[in-house]
């Protein structure tokens, strides 16, 4: 087996064998650009450094004694060697770039007496000295663990000693010192003394780089990121060339487009006279690229010619980095720039005016995901921040306000035009009213998918979920991180994109939605195939929805209507009513109020479908409950209350016990509502109605899909669109207005799918309830699995990922398979689209592709997320 490639063996395509870092090398090497030569050691020569117990594979040792005679030849210089010796670096290199990895060790190599040889050969003892200081201290921090601040503690000391700031400034009998110092440490603290013999150390290298596979670091890492376990590293030997050799040496790394805009100008730093990570590593203050076309003009004219030919190479933004020595310049790394997504957009659109990338190259080139940053106010990258803890990114934005604990705080000082964040353990229904009027929320527990997570991202507004390390103290109003005490009242600033929880205020930057924006989506919808609604309850959304590229709304839920404050009474009252009279009585009150919202939102969409669904909770979600009520009428009697007020509140607590319902999600809701009260679903498409008679009348072309939920049974559907029928047409009659409408339904049971075939008799329309179906489907309710076992579930690989997140595909989506079968064998042009959550989810959008659905309909800030979703399902 080959477990040892030469630089110009490999190429680009390589990366599952080289390793990222190997591969480009080998791409490098061979386009012809000044690579110093280099071996790279196979990741599967890692795997089986496992396999065997932690050693080498047999055949690894001789096939990497030959790579290195290679390298000597190339280069003229003989590792170990005691007069001109070969030094190398050891670099390590997964197919992924991964944090937690082994850090580079450079000028491997070197001993008491090679380091002579290399003194004698520059003429430079300062130099080769620092190359060995800078080996030990590598070698033994990396690779052997002693501890960098051993090493860093006998660096500064020995500075303060010469009076010197800089590490460059330290002369060679310094340096002699500090390595004496150095190489006393690594005994300490090894028990062994430093390595003196070069392929021993080579060796000890190698194994360390392996090791860091696995080290806890990156098992966490992989874990995180979905990255499986057995992709193994690989490991890169290359000759080294010095940075660190006088002024006419440096070592940098540079972008070939910046990373935070899409601006093409190179961007990126460099230092004269250095080493390694000497640039990022804070050791001085780098120079900005620019300037090295004074510095260094030759030298910077072809960096320049290089960048730009490995961007065109590679048709993506680079990532370089280089170094020179003495005045010549070496490649050392490149590969695809990781940007943000504003970055990435830019760039994209660049490069297909450029004639780089195709169109559909560039939309592979977003990751929908990471839209959301450029929808919502960023955190100015160039800012500094007091972060004093993370959670979870549970809706992306930038916020800043004063600390609140309390919904009703929220509300009350939001509405004095005061910016608060709100801070909960976790929210509830209850707080809605809160989290509107605050500029974002944070709660201690719960997760991505917990309430206040999910009400945020339907908002666009920012929150951070899940902080544990907060310690909320609602009696004292503050909350605890560490020693630090947050009082209500302080500014707190959150960043719902990474998670961070920062002291005090930060400076923000607005979205910018024109531009390359505009046109990068512009092509999506050329692209893709699937259609895009919105879910929008308010004539607001609705408008925001078809700012962001909405054609259409997919579901209007009804029920938040009846939530506001005039209207509960009256949607009490509704409730409460012993006769049919009674009810109808409520009823005409909220007619008006229902007929207004349908008048805005269809207004809002004007010739676009706005699908309706009619009302879908149990009635209970709009009674008080019942615990307090209990608390209350006590009280009263205690206190000798009013008695009226007393038989009034027992009344209702009579109806809310009658009301109770062991299982409300299985329970009365939904079209059973719609069955067996009639006269709520015939006030609320009468609502309907007169509002497109209205806006017809208005000359607004206003297209109403009215849309039955929780069918199980053809007869509920046959039922309930006969009645809708019937009013449209009393509508027609009074109003003298014609006007189109469809009457569909919900498919969101197992029973209503596996009977689609029948259902679709009666439906001009199917959309997929895929939460209900998820929640029907596993058997499971999603509130209760989500905070209690569900985690559990995907941390032991049991489920892959959370269904109520990502569509499932093989049992929930077999079923939506059926159901559009079955549909379109009665009506073969039955429109079918879905609604909830999965419809802003990328995966979940390739997976309704697939399926062949007509649309998606998803939260108002995921629509652009969607419209590309939609088109990168299609390529
Ligand atoms: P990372 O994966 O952390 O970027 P690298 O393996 O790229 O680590 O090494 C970090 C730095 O070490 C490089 O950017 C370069 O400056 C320096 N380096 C690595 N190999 C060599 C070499 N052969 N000659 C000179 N410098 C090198
Ligand atoms: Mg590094
Ligand atoms: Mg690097």
Not at 239 to 248: K, S, Y
Not at 377 to 391: C, Q, S
Not at 786 to 795: A, S, T, V
Request: with cysteine.
């Amino acid at each position: 087996r080959k477990y040892v490639y030469l630089f110009h063996e490999g190429k680009a395509e390589m990366k599952d064998l080289l390793g990222g870092k190997g591969a480009n090398l080998a791409e490098m090497t061979n386009i012809g650009l000044p690579v110093p030569p280099g071996l790279t050691i196979t990741t599967e020569a890692c795997n089986e450094y496992y396999e065997v117990g932690r050693a080498f594979p047999a055949g690894l040792e001789e096939q990497l004694q030959k790579g290195l005679q290679d390298l000597e030849q190339q280069i003229g210089k003989k590792f170990g060697d005691a007069v001109n010796p070969l030094l190398v670096s050891v670099r390590s290199g997964a197919k992924i770039s991964m944090p937690g990895m082994m850090d580079t060790i450079l000028n491997l190599g070197l001993n008491d007496v090679t380091v002579q040889g290399l003194i004698q050969a520059t003429g430079n003892a300062r130099f080769a000295l620092d190359c060995y200081r800078r080996f030990i201290q590598m070698f033994g921090d990396v690779a052997m663990g002693v501890p960098h601040h051993a090493f860093e503690e006998i660096l500064a000391r020995a500075k303060e000693e010469q009076g010197v700031g800089f590490d460059h400034q330290l002369d060679a009998e310094a340096l002699k010192q500090i390595i004496g110092k150095y190489q006393q440490l690594y005994q300490e603290h090894t028990g062994t003394d430093f390595p003196q013999e070069p392929y021993q150390q080579l060796l000890l290298a190698i194994k360390a780089v392996f090791g860091s596979w696995n080290s806890d670091r990156a098992i966490v890492y992989r874990k995180h990121n979905k990255i499986p376990d057995d992709l193994g590293t690989a490991v890169n030997v290359q000759a080294m060339v010095f940075g660190n050799m006088g002024d006419d040496c440096g070592t940098g790394v540079a972008f070939t487009r910046n990373p935070s805009t899409g601006e093409k100008k190179l961007y990126g730093e460099y230092l004269i006279n250095a080493q390694g990570e000497d640039v990022v590593a804070g050791i001085r203050t780098p120079q900005p690229i620019s300037s090295l076309e004074q510095d260094m003009p030759e030298i910077y004219q072809q960096f320049v010619q290089i960048s730009q030919r490995l961007e065109k190479h590679y048709r993506d933004m680079q990532d370089i980095e280089f170094t020179v020595e003495k005045g010549k310049l070496y490649m050392l790394q490149t590969r695809n720039g990781k940007r943000t997504a504003a970055a990435a957009m830019k760039a994209a659109v660049d490069m297909v005016h450029e004639g780089l990338i195709s169109k559909e190259e560039a939309m592979l080139r977003v990751d929908p995901k990471q839209i959301n940053q450029i929808l919502h106010p960023r955190i100015d990258t160039k800012a500094k921040l007091n972060i004093i803890a993370t959670g979870l990114p549970a809706s992306p934005g930038a916020a800043s306000g004063e600390v609140v604990f309390d919904a009703d705080d929220a509300e009350k000082q939001g509405k004095e035009g005061k910016k608060v964040v709100l801070v909960r353990t976790e929210t509830t229904p209850d707080d809605i009213h809160g989290l509107v009027m605050a500029q974002g929320v944070l709660t201690s527990r719960g997760g991505m998918t917990s309430h206040a997570a999910v009400v945020a991202r339907g908002m666009g507004k920012p929150a951070v979920c899940g902080c544990e390390a907060l310690k909320i103290d609602y009696e004292q109003k503050c909350f605890t991180v560490g020693r630090i005490t947050v009082q209500e009242g302080d500014l707190i600033s959150i960043d719902g994109a990474t998670g961070q929880v920062i002291l005090g205020q930060v400076p923000t930057l607005a979205p910018e939605l024109g531009g390359e924006f505009a046109e990068f989506l512009g092509w999506a919808d050329e692209i893709r195939t699937m259609g895009v609604r919105a879910n929008a309850d308010t004539p607001e959304d609705a408008k925001k929805a078809r700012d962001f590229g909405a054609a259409g709304i997919g579901l209007t839920r009804t029920e938040h209507m009846f939530m506001q404050q005039e209207r509960l009474p009256i949607v009490q009252q509704m409730i409460l009513a012993e006769t049919v009279e009674e009810r109808q009585k409520a009823l005409d009150q909220l007619l008006p109020f229902q007929q207004e919202d349908f008048y805005g939102i269809l207004e809002a969409m004007e010739g676009y479908p706005v699908c309706i669904r009619l009302l879908d909770p149990p009635l209970h979600e709009f009674l008080p409950n019942r615990e307090e009520l209990l608390v209350e009428i006590t009280t009263l009697k205690c206190t000798g209350g009013d008695p009226e007020l007393i038989t009034e509140k027992e009344v209702l607590l009579k109806k809310v016990e009658a009301l109770h319902e062991f299982n409300p999600m299985l329970g009365h809701r939904g079209c059973r509502l719609g069955i067996t009260y009639p006269e709520i679903y015939a006030m609320q498409a009468r609502a309907i109605f007169q509002a497109v008679a209205q806006l017809t009348k208005e000359g607004v072309k206003a297209i109403p899909e009215v849309e039955i939920p929780l069918v199980i049974h053809v007869n509920e559907l046959a039922f309930l669109r006969k009645q809708t029928i019937e009013i449209a047409e009393q509508v027609m009659k009074e109003t003298g207005v014609e006007f189109e409408y469809t009457v569909g339904t919900m498919i969101e049971v197992p029973r209503a799918a596996l009977t689609a075939d029948e259902i679709a008799r009666e439906a001009d329309f199917f959309s997929f309830g895929t939460n209900d179906l998820t929640q029907t489907t596993f058997g499971f309710s999603r509130d209760d699995a989500e905070g209690k076992f569900l985690q559990h579930y995907i941390d032991a690989k049991v489920l892959k990922e959370n269904p109520f997140v990502t569509l499932d595909p093989l049992g929930v989506g077999k079923l939506m398979d059926l159901t559009v079968k079955l549909g379109r064998t009665t009506k073969p042009d039955l429109q079918i689209g879905i609604c909830g959550e999965h419809g802003g989810d990328p995966d979940s959008i390739e997976t309704c592709y697939k399926l062949g659905l007509d649309f998606v309909s998803c939260s108002t800030f995921r629509v652009p997320i969607a419209r590309l979703a939609a088109a990168q399902a299609v390529i």
